[in-house]
């Protein structure tokens, strides 16, 4: 089983430390949820996870693969994928060409095969739409499939940047901030999708400030604040531990 390792992660930024002795499991075939105040270094965790920047100590592992010095390709290759806090779609290409493009890393066909339109190529492209096509049916977005993905709407871009990251073929999926911005029938849809993933297989680690949301989608839950983790267990016993209640809420809060 590949599971998401985190030991001892650590990252500064000249004399400052954003974070600090992360030690964290994801594994495959669940939810994890990875939450804490505003500032409390969980982006820059998923930045190290996916190699955008370098530890300053610990390491990253998946399975029996050591990644704490790959670069972000490579860990891509490895198979870990991510959403961003900010939809980045191509906003002027179709919804089935932005999912396409998470198909890139599995071409085999070589470039000038494709430059020339040779006939391997062009069966691999065919399946490959083929393939995008049976992800927009599962995430319910076919009927869209020849609209540019701009158009769509906030809940429904969402979704597609999902589509095109478990295009990828991931055995973990890191998701940042995956229902900001939505209502409780959208996140409800959303959550609905990502316990199918979790289902086939996939490890899914969520970052999210939702914590009804977390606390309903995650069977582990960890918590951090100041750049350190603070917590981490069960959601129920995690939301009640007094040095997570303070730093949600001040330390007046976990005192009385």
């Given at each position: 089983m590949s599971a998401?390792?985190?030991?001892?992660?650590?990252?500064?930024?000249?004399?400052?430390?954003?974070v600090s002795d992360i030690t964290l499991s994801t594994p495959v075939?669940?939810?994890?949820?990875?939450?804490?105040?505003?500032?409390?270094g969980k982006t820059t965790v998923i930045n190290l996870i996916t190699g955008t920047l370098s530890l300053t100590d610990g390491r990253v592992c998946l399975g029996d693969s050591d990644l704490t010095t790959a670069e972000p390709d490579a860990i891509a290759r490895h198979g870990i994928s991510r959403t961003f806090q900010n939809i980045r779609l191509?906003?002027?290409a179709t919804v089935l060409d932005n999912v396409m493009i998470g198909f890139h890393r599995h071409e085999k066909a070589s470039f000038v095969s494709g430059l020339l339109g040779l006939g391997a190529a062009r069966r691999e492209t065919a399946d490959?739409?083929?393939?995008s096509a049976?992800?927009?049916?599962?995430?319910?977005?076919?009927?869209?499939?020849?609209?540019?993905?701009?158009?769509?709407?906030?809940?429904?871009?969402?979704?597609?940047?999902?589509?095109?990251?478990?295009?990828?073929?991931p055995k973990i999926l890191l998701l940042d901030e995956p229902v900001a911005g939505?209502?409780?029938?959208?996140?409800?849809?959303?959550?609905?999708?990502?316990?199918?993933?979790?289902?086939s297989?996939?490890?899914?680690?969520?970052?999210?400030?939702?914590?009804?949301?977390?606390?309903?989608?995650?069977?582990?839950v960890y918590v951090m604040a100041s750049g350190r983790m603070i917590s981490e267990g069960r959601p129920g016993a995690?939301?009640?531990?007094?040095k997570v209640v303070a730093a949600y809420l001040g330390d007046k809060h976990a005192q009385g």
């Open positions: 998401l390792r985190l030991e001892g992660v650590s990252k500064s930024f000249g004399g400052l430390r954003a075939g669940k939810i994890t949820g990875l939450i804490g105040p505003n500032g409390a191509l906003a002027e490959i739409r083929a393939k049976e992800l927009l049916q599962r995430f319910g977005l076919l009927r869209y499939a020849d609209m540019p993905a701009g158009n769509l709407s906030y809940g429904h871009q969402r979704r597609v940047e999902m589509a095109r990251a478990v295009a990828t073929d939505m209502n409780d029938v959208e996140a409800g849809e959303l959550g609905d999708l990502y316990q199918e993933l979790a289902a297989g996939i490890g899914l680690l969520m970052i999210e400030h939702n914590v009804r949301f977390v606390t309903r989608m995650c069977e582990h995690v939301m009640q531990d007094p």
